[in-house]
């Protein structure tokens, strides 16, 4: 139900934009999570979108902005900056706005994307 893209390879200190497309419907009424796991680390939240509210990790902030397009049905993620760190297997999550009091807590979330590889070179 959930595909994100616009993985790739980057050098450090260039930028990627992912998509985050919702084919079951809009995220009208869902809070929606990017997530990141680095081989033989945990999944991690780097930033999620929960009515107005944007939330970001301190590993990310300044660096990373979540945002909707205004019909609601695509979420982005504009990572600038971007570190050799950063590179990890990406996930967009969505669940329902209302239920989503911790955005951190993958938990929280009920629908998943399949992932797309980010990769920074040094």
């Known amino acids: 139900q959930l595909q994100a893209s616009g993985g790739g390879l980057v050098q450090a200190g260039g930028s990627l934009r992912l998509s985050c497309a919702n084919s079951g419907g809009t995220f009208q009424h869902l809070a929606t999570g990017w997530f990141r796991q680095a081989p033989g680390k945990e999944r991690e939240m780097v930033a999620a979108?929960?009515?107005?509210?944007?939330s970001y990790s301190d590993s990310v902030k300044g660096r990373f902005t979540v945002s909707r397009n205004r019909a609601k049905s695509t979420v982005y993620l504009q990572m600038n900056s971007l570190h050799p760190e950063d590179t990890a297997v990406y996930y967009c999550a969505a669940g329902p706005a209302i239920s989503v009091v911790d955005p951190t807590d993958p938990g929280n979330y009920i629908f998943w994307g399949p992932g797309t590889q980010v990769t920074v070179s040094s």
């Open positions: 979108i929960r009515w107005n509210s944007e």
